[in-house]
């Protein structure tokens, strides 16, 4: 298995509270994702990493922030939950994003509850 | 504007019996098509990636699709079905017209009865 930490693997929050969800590889692959999985839609692109410092939204990167201050970190904040951000939340990673053929490995996920 | 279709949201088979996902997609370019399935509770897992070389793609656990260009279709199919097969399976799409995204279809259920 591709060494991908997630962390923590379920939380729950209140409503208007930040949170921060962190993701931790040990495959010095230059790519990292945020997805989320809700029922119904599959996964959702929510930001992408390219490099250190070099990050880009996805598909649903509204309320949600990222950082990747160093090649094996990937963090995602919430700034300020709502409860349509209760979801599982997926890190993945990938050697390249140019070659079509990519495969991404994926973590555990986060299960984060907003009450 | 790329984008993948899940013909059915559960899927119902008796083991020993043919499994039979289907996938249809929409691209402007040639696609990359993946099939990753996620067992409950579990991360995601590529079962098998079809790249434009041969259009039969076998994969892990006896798994195989066949891209068919003329149907806009990538079904995944496995000759018997094994209990350990119940799992969500989805089929993805490669965008080539941004830096990156994968599109991902909604997923199928498939149950195992015994």
């Known amino acids: 298995d591709a060494g991908i930490t997630q962390s923590p693997r379920h939380k729950v929050t209140e409503t208007g509270t930040p949170v921060t969800l962190r993701c931790h590889q040990t495959e010095n692959h230059r790519y990292m994702y945020w997805y989320r999985q809700d029922p119904g839609h599959g996964l959702r692109l929510i930001h992408y990493s390219y490099g250190v410092k070099d990050t880009d939204k996805g598909e649903v990167s509204d309320g949600y922030s990222v950082s990747r201050s160093k090649t094996e970190d990937f963090l995602l904040t919430l700034e300020s939950a709502t409860s349509s951000q209760t979801s599982v939340y997926f890190c993945?990673?990938?050697?390249?994003?140019?070659?079509?053929?990519?495969?991404?490995?994926f973590g555990q996920g986060t299960r984060l509850t907003v009450v | 504007a790329q984008s993948v279709t899940q013909l059915d949201s559960h899927v119902s088979v008796s083991e020993g019996t043919p499994v039979l996902l289907r996938c249809n997609y929409s691209?402007?370019?040639?696609?990359?098509l993946f099939w990753y399935v996620q067992h409950p509770n579990k991360g995601l897992q590529l079962l098998l990636k079809y790249t434009s070389a041969a259009t039969l793609v076998k994969g892990i656990n006896g798994f195989e699709a066949e891209f068919k260009k003329s149907e806009t279709s990538f079904h995944l199919t496995k000759p018997s079905a094994h209990m350990s097969d119940a799992a969500e399976y989805f089929c993805?799409?490669?965008?080539?017209?941004?830096?990156?995204?994968?599109?991902w279809g909604a997923g199928t259920k498939l149950i195992i009865k015994p």
């Open positions: 993805v799409v490669s965008r080539m017209d941004s830096n990156y995204q994968l599109i």
């Open positions: 691209s402007s370019y040639s696609p990359s």
């Open positions: 993945a990673i990938s050697e390249s994003i140019r070659e079509l053929n990519t495969e991404a490995f």
